[in-house]
């Protein structure tokens, strides 16, 4: 193995190694593909002491370049922070009102709330803020606690019989199934069901409106247009929360349901609620 | 400069060059092969002239170009050629692009492609010869080499020579003028993208863009690199051009042709070997052709993947043509058919070896029967078809630049929700419409909605009460986007799909643009 062979036609040295007969040339590597092969160990090992490379038994070894993706990603937030941080502030500052009236922070503050919307508002009101039966629909002009900045704001801080806020919004319809005989619930759902003109049977409706007058009015109004002190839904309109049909009006008034929305402010913060007041109202239905 | 090696040639006598083509046949070229240096010697005459105007319109046109100013009016930039990359807009004098007529910039690409087939076709590597900026650049290194350094044989012997003071003088000048030449050709480029007068301020006194100075370093790089170092491997190696220029070329393409039915056998003796009785031809082997060749090669070795033509080996034999009073062309522009007639000629219908006295007259001028080039070699149905399919693509982009809209509407339906009940049970679809003014003047746009019984809409941000129509305010050269809300009542619905127009109209111009929408509603 150790002798020396020298290859006669090519008069190369070989590398020792023989297969029948056979033997491989011991020609050199080309000198640039050397040179590259120990730049690469060169570069391999400045990395692992410029970056973090090491893992040690409870740490790593961070390198001398102090580099982290953490690090990283917290500076570029803070970043992203600082350049939302002017608009921020003024809206801070100013009511949904005055944000509303300024194109700017209008424009800021619609994207804000979009943004935050998306993470908290979607999984109840959806994505397009459609809702769905039970919960509202954001994009029309029909609201339980009323449509101007200022009341979404409250409803969006506050929330809607929200136990950990004693401000929340709160309304509670008694349950009628146990104070009306079942014709009369009947007779009332009839009733409402023909004020916003739905298919209905004009003689029970006749005698609901007896009924309601004397145990509904008292909330939603003499006509059944609501009263949004009270958080009472106008029953005239096209608009039902927990649908339209004669049944679905009936089991409301048997055991009505009453959605709950937590309040946001203290997990949002101020400024948030105002950004998602604003886009709220921007969605069309904003009075 | 004093020119050392030239030795002063007699009346009637020419000068035999040292000269060999880099590819020459003569030695087996290996698959890698170190350059070799080319010192191209200067020429006069009347391609030398025609390059040297060329040389001159082209670098004007480069370099002058981003000063010329152009007024747009106080709502746009006033220099003639922009690209604002900052504001995607592309200014050339009346003319100006929005990205999305960026198809009008690749009309141009295809004209661009269609004329250089063209062109070829007609008069072969004209592009290559005269107008490619990697000819133009390294006719400029040449001026510049050629000044400090001396002619052929000045710089033969300066490169041969062990460096001394002198060489390295001559070559830090040389070195330093190139560079001069390749930062003025990176900083002129820059100046295509941003405001000139004021860039030209900022990068000097360092303030510009980052980019800016990046660009300018790799064009300096480039230039320098390949105008200076690379030269003429830049076509031979680099170019796909060479390549497919054969199959732009036919045999009645114009190309630089050594015409060898008249030139053999060549001779460095002409007197002796036509005394002793053999055939001479014009050719007399002075190599003028060789010396003179930017890339180095020998025409007479016929046409090749490496030739420009350049057509300086035309006036360098031309002039010893002259010196020998012989009729010009033994090298000129000729076509293939026309040669190879020529050929047949001289070789007897290709039965014989070439003999000159078939070609020439008793008094040494060319037969009658030689064929020279016409221009009306040139109108023929190739170059015909291209010149239509040239011609075409200009006209359909002038027309669509002349008749294109310069307000437009453009508008996105609302997907989520695709509509919204009301409470006085009316549907209400939301829409993005986009204004695009695109003329550097602020316009009052009114927007009107056109069918869908009943309906009207409002628009987020413009305090009025809903109504079918609205006027609004678009800055100049900028398109403006509106949320609109629009309302049908109940009673007016038609269907779960209804098709109705945004039309918008500018009433002092009478422009106007249409957007066909669709108003979506509940089955019922």
Redesign the interface.
């Known amino acids: 193995m150790s002798e020396k062979h020298i290859d006669e036609v090519s008069g190369v040295d070989t590398t020792g190694h023989e297969w029948d007969g056979i033997r491989e040339l011991n020609n050199p590597l080309p000198r640039w593909w050397v040179i590259t092969f120990y730049i690469t160990i060169a570069w391999a090992l400045a990395y692992t002491v410029a970056y973090p490379a090491w893992p040690l038994v409870s740490s790593f070894t961070g390198g001398l370049l102090g580099y982290s993706s953490r690090v990283e990603l917290k500076d570029a937030m803070a970043l992203a922070e600082a350049s939302r941080a002017e608009y921020a502030a003024a809206v801070a500052q100013k009511s949904v009102e005055e944000v509303l009236a300024d194109d700017t922070l209008r424009t800021f503050a619609t994207s804000a709330g979009a943004a935050a919307f998306k993470v908290n508002c979607v999984q109840c009101h959806g994505s397009g803020a459609a809702g769905s039966a039970g919960f509202p629909n954001l994009n029309d002009d029909e609201w339980l606690w009323g449509g101007a900045p200022g009341d979404i704001f409250t409803t969006i801080a506050h929330g809607i019989r929200y136990g950990a806020d004693d401000t929340t919004r709160v309304s509670e319809m008694p349950a009628f199934g146990e104070m009306l005989e079942p014709a009369q619930v009947r007779q009332v759902a009839s009733y409402v069901v023909s004020l916003s003109g739905g298919a209905h049977d004009a003689a029970l409706a006749a005698e609901g409106a007896q009924v309601f007058a004397d145990n509904c009015a008292a909330c939603h109004g003499d006509a059944g247009k609501g009263n949004r002190e009270l958080g009472a839904p106008d029953l005239t309109d096209a608009i039902w929360l927990y649908g339209s049909s004669l049944d679905q009006v009936a089991a409301q008034v048997r055991t009505p349901r009453h959605g709950v929305m937590p309040g946001w402010q203290e997990r949002l913060g101020e400024t948030t609620v105002k950004e998602l007041a604003v886009f709220i109202h921007s969605l069309g239905g904003g009075e | 400069m004093a020119t050392v090696f030239d030795i002063s040639s007699r009346a009637g006598e020419v000068e035999r060059l040292d000269a060999e083509a880099v590819n020459s046949a003569k030695v087996r070229q290996p698959l890698y092969a170190a350059r070799k240096k080319i010192f191209p010697k200067a020429v006069s005459g009347s391609f030398r002239r025609f390059k040297w105007l060329v040389m001159a319109i082209t670098l004007g046109i480069y370099y002058l170009t981003p000063w010329l100013r152009w007024d747009r009016g106080p709502f746009a930039p006033d220099q003639a050629v922009l690209v604002d990359m900052a504001n995607r807009r592309f200014y050339f004098f009346f003319i100006e692009i929005w990205p999305q007529e960026f198809w009008a910039v690749a009309g141009l690409l295809v004209m661009a492609g269609v004329g250089l087939f063209l062109v070829t076709s007609a008069v072969g590597r004209a592009w290559c010869g005269y107008t490619c900026p990697q000819t133009v650049w390294v006719d400029l290194f040449l001026v510049v080499e050629r000044w400090i350094e001396g002619d052929r044989n000045a710089r033969i012997k300066l490169d041969q020579s062990p460096y001394g003071t002198r060489k390295l003088v001559l070559r830090i000048t040389k070195h330093a003028i190139w560079l001069a030449i390749a930062v003025a050709t990176g900083g002129a480029w820059i100046f295509y993208f941003a405001d000139a007068p004021t860039l030209l301020a900022d990068v000097v006194t360092g303030t510009a863009a980052p980019v800016a100075y990046i660009t300018i370093a790799i064009l300096t790089a480039t230039t320098y690199t390949f105008g200076g170092l690379m030269r003429e491997q830049v076509c031979t190696y680099m170019c796909p051009w060479p390549r497919i220029q054969a199959a732009m070329l036919d045999e009645r393409s114009l190309t630089v042709t050594y015409n060898d039915w008249r030139g053999e056998p060549r001779s460095r003796h002409a007197k002796k070997q036509a005394a002793a009785g053999n055939a001479v031809g014009d050719c007399v082997d002075c190599n003028a052709c060789v010396a003179a060749c930017p890339m180095g090669i020998d025409i007479r070795d016929g046409q090749q993947l490496e030739c420009i033509t350049c057509a300086l080996c035309i006036d360098a034999c031309d002039a010893v043509m002259d010196k020998l009073d012989k009729p010009r062309g033994l090298i000129s522009y000729a076509t293939l058919a026309d040669y190879n007639a020529n050929m047949a000629l001289a070789t007897a219908g290709g039965t014989a070896a070439i003999e000159p006295a078939r070609v020439h007259g008793a008094d040494g001028k060319l037969s009658d029967r030689i064929r020279h080039f016409r221009w009306a070699t040139l109108a023929r149905p190739r170059t015909m078809l291209y010149f239509a399919a040239w011609s075409l693509v200009g006209v359909a982009l002038l027309w669509g630049l002349l008749a294109r809209d310069r307000l437009e509407v453009n508008v996105l339906h609302?997907?989520?929700?695709q509509f919204?009940?009301?409470?006085?049970?009316s549907i209400?679809n939301?829409y993005t419409v986009k204004l695009l003014n695109k003329i550097p003047e602020p316009r009052t746009i009114i927007v009107t909605l056109q069918g869908l019984r009943g309906a009207e809409m409002s628009v987020?941000?413009i305090d009025q009460p809903a109504d079918r129509s609205f006027a609004v305010k678009v800055e100049p050269d900028r398109a403006r986007t509106l949320?609109v809300?629009v309302s049908q009542p109940?009673a007016d619905v038609a269907g779960p799909v209804q098709s109705f127009n945004f039309v918008v109209e500018d009433k002092s111009s009478f422009e106007t643009d249409t957007y066909t929408a669709s108003f979506e509603a509940p089955q019922k």
């Open positions: 609302d997907r989520n929700p919204v009940v009301l409470s006085d049970g209400r939301g987020i941000g949320k809300y109940a």
